[in-house]
């Protein structure tokens, strides 16, 4: 387990030992360009509206000479429009895929006018990143913006709104632009996209602020589909439109999504989940995996749950979430 200050000392020696004068020749200045600014208006009738907002900007990163441009889904999610800023120049984008799975989203656009031409980021091995590693963070901004960071956890990371990576990268000190931000390795080569500042990038009693990143080896064999359908492969997931937390081997709901499965079954915020189907769950990953096993999208679930000292059994027929949302009609 890390204390604080081993792990402060780590970092600070991993960063010294990375300093600007020893950078390695891959990490140009023409790399920083093609990290570029996404900027996303979203109706605010919108399922994300209330929760994410409706002007929603961040960083995305081009990854083909085409201009595909590799961001963090919720970004784009439900957007009515979306511009890239390169140079200072602002050019439309079109919504090419959006993945609830990895959490990817892709756009494509056009240079602006006058702007020269991108030169794509090569994509990396994230499997090959462990712990200790040092990386560089870059945002949009050019190379002013980019920090050094040490890799401190590789694990699992379940998300509150039913969402689940097994291999998650956890990177500190924590980066303030990390919506969309590009990961990269010592060769130049992308290894994440920014998701997230945590309170646990190190797991443990201590608190250890950090990032969380989406691996890019995630997106590689879903890239073909996201191109030609807008959607990765695979089976849909079951869907109960639950937000939860998970605290001590309990797992609470914090609220539900208006005019979803949950809310429509009468599941209520501060409701604790025993069970699910009759099995009992004891962290968000298990409620997750528990609910994805009963089937497809439209399956119903059977949820134990304890409310007011009493337990309820409620069965909630999911749903599948990308037809609850309102994506745009570029998918």
């Not at 604080?4 to 920083?32: K, N, W, Y």
């Not at 990961?183 to 608190?207: H, M, R, Y």
């Not at 605290?247 to 979803?260: A, I, K």
Request: with cysteine.
């Amino acid at each position: 387990m890390f204390c604080t200050r081993r792990l402060t000392a780590l970092v600070l020696a991993a960063l010294c030992l990375a300093a600007p004068g020893s950078a390695r020749a891959e990490i140009t200045e023409d790399l920083f360009a093609a990290v570029v600014q996404v900027e996303a208006q979203v109706p605010p009738d919108a399922r994300t509206a209330q929760s994410l907002g409706t002007e929603r900007s961040g960083s995305g990163v081009v990854i083909d000479t085409g201009g595909l441009i590799l961001t963090i889904g919720y970004l784009i999610l439900e957007a009515e429009s979306v511009n890239i800023v390169v140079g200072g120049r602002r050019a439309p984008a079109e919504i090419v895929a959006y993945d609830y799975d990895t959490g990817f989203g892709l756009l494509r656009a056009d240079v602006p006018p006058g702007a020269r031409p991108i030169e794509p980021i090569d994509l990396g091995d994230s499997s090959a990143l462990g712990e200790n590693a040092v990386v560089l963070v870059a945002a949009h901004g050019g190379p002013g913006v980019a920090r050094r960071a040490m890799v401190v956890s590789r694990r699992e990371f379940a998300g509150y709104w039913e969402y689940l990576l097994d291999n998650a990268i956890f990177t500190a000190p924590p980066y303030p632009r990390f919506g969309g931000a590009a990961l990269i390795g010592p060769d130049g080569k992308l290894l994440g996209i920014g998701s997230l500042i945590v309170g646990d990038a190190v797991p443990g009693e201590t608190q250890v602020p950090g990032n969380m990143f989406v691996p890019i080896d995630l997106l590689k064999p879903i890239l073909g589909d996201l191109l030609a359908f807008g959607r990765g492969p695979g089976r849909r997931r079951p869907w109960l439109g639950m937000f939860t937390e998970e605290l001590r081997g309990h797992v609470f709901v914090t609220r539900v999504s208006p005019e979803g499965p949950a809310r429509k079954a009468g599941v209520k915020a501060d409701d604790i989940v025993l069970a699910v189907a009759g099995e009992s769950v004891t962290s968000m990953a298990g409620l997750f995996r528990r609910v994805w096993a009963l089937g497809a999208p439209g399956v119903d679930v059977s949820l134990t749950v304890l409310r007011g000292g009493a337990v309820r059994e409620i069965v909630v027929r999911s749903a599948d979430r990308y037809d609850y949302l309102r994506l745009n009609p570029s998918h």
